[in-house]
């Protein structure tokens, strides 16, 4: 059974950067596609970006476009959602999410990491 497994969270200050890793513990993220959304207290879980599986094209939430930025190491089987210029509004749990397909629904994506925390806060 694969497990999707989420680090690099943690709290930040507005404008501050960071670095979220998944990688698949017992399986591969070959031939898949992966996302990332992400769950702020009291708000249902949203999208935030995808990326494909097989061309790399990349898709993300309007909030995070050109401050985030996704991309997979097909020989370490890790995907990383670079996220920068950070806003106390990106404040959530990131989820991590592996499909045969990319999309912006969560009802496609069959596995799922436990999350990572991200707070930004001043």
């Known amino acids: 059974q694969v497990q999707l497994v989420e680090s690099g969270g943690g709290l930040v200050q507005p404008g501050d950067s960071l670095r979220l890793s998944c990688a698949p513990s017992g399986g591969t993220f070959r031939g898949r596609a992966v996302a990332w959304f992400r769950q702020a207290p009291g708000l249902e879980r949203e999208f935030v970006s995808a990326i494909s599986r097989s061309d790399g094209r990349t898709y993300y939430e309007d909030s995070v476009k050109g401050r985030f930025t996704i991309s997979r190491d097909n020989a370490e089987n890790t995907v990383s959602l670079q996220m920068n210029s950070l806003k106390v509004e990106d404040t959530a749990v990131y989820y991590c999410?592996?499909?045969?397909?990319?999309?912006?629904?969560?009802?496609?994506?069959?596995?799922w990491g436990q999350g990572t925390q991200v707070t930004v806060s001043s």
């Open positions: 999410a592996m499909a045969p397909r990319a999309s912006y629904y969560d009802s496609i994506y069959s596995y």
